[in-house]
T-cell receptor, first 120, second 113 residues
Framework: AQKVTQAQTEISVVEKEDVTLDCVYETRDTTYYLFWYKQPPSGELVFLIRRNSFDEQNEISGRYSWNFQKSTSSFNFTITASQVVDSAVYFCALSEPTLMIYNQGGKLIFGQGTELSVKP | NAGVTQTPKFRVLKTGQSMTLLCAQDMNHEYMYWYRQDPGMGLRLIHYSVGEGTTAKGEVPDGYNVSRLKKQNFLLGLESAAPSQTSVYFC????????????FGPGTRLTVT
């Protein structure tokens, strides 16, 4: 069964600390896509990154970086030098193209979310 | 270009009442989704649509119905609201395929008393 687990329910750090949000997934497919979304206190969901299963290169975007390791089925997210504006709930999600082949619509399976609080 | 919009933003219902949530997108996306968000459970898929005139059940479809009469609109209906349907509802859309990110609406906070 497809599943995404974010074991850290809440994380609290002080500004400028580095923080890593963990994401572990389960899937039967060899081809799949992983996503991270941010939900700030205002409530909207903001897309951060998409990664396909064939691309294991780590990605860096400013203070954000992502580490994808198929061997451990993990797609972890690191924020370097955290800021108060990074306070939000972060969701990891999985999508499987086999569902699309059967015209099942690219459904996203979300983890439970990790609430990050960055204190000044 | 408004992206994905949802109407209403907030609603309070009494048990047994009915209502319809409207989702509209102006990006010409084929796929549309309705999710609900509950504390500690992430987002769970209620229903989705892969094109105009099509709908399918997601993970938690019971108590909800949907319709996609026009490509740009996706309606979520509650025929007889129950307190267990108190939640935040998100609509999303994407171009065809599972490889692309979904664009989310701002959410509708529904309380059933």
């Amino acid at each position: 069964a497809q599943k995404v687990t974010q074991a850290q329910t809440e994380i609290s750090v002080v500004e400028k600390e580095d923080v890593t949000l963990d994401c572990v997934y389960e899937t039967r497919d060899t081809t799949y896509y992983l996503f991270w979304y941010k939900q700030p206190p205002s409530g909207e969901l903001v897309f951060l990154i998409r990664r396909n299963s064939f691309d294991e290169q780590n990605e860096i975007s400013g203070r954000y970086s992502w580490n994808f390791q198929k061997s451990t089925s993990s797609f972890n997210f690191t924020i370097t030098a955290s800021q108060v504006v990074d306070s939000a709930v972060y969701f990891c999600a999985l999508s499987e193209p086999t569902l699309m082949i059967y015209n099942q619509g690219g459904k996203l399976i979300f983890g439970q979310g990790t609430e990050l609080s960055v204190k000044p | 270009n408004a992206g994905v919009t949802q109407t209403p933003k907030f609603r309070v219902l009494k048990t047994g009442q009915s209502m319809t949530l409207l989702c509209a997108q102006d990006m010409n996306h084929e796929y549309m989704y309705w999710y609900r968000q509950d504390p500690g459970m992430g987002l769970r898929l209620i229903h989705y649509s892969v094109g105009e005139g099509t709908t399918a059940k997601g993970e938690v479809p019971d108590g909800y119905n949907v319709s996609r009469l026009k490509k740009q609109n996706f309606l979520l209906g509650l025929e007889s609201a129950a307190p267990s349907q108190t939640s935040v509802y998100f609509c999303a859309s994407t171009v065809q395929g599972s490889s692309r990110e979904q664009y989310f609406g701002p959410g509708t906070r529904l309380t059933v008393t």
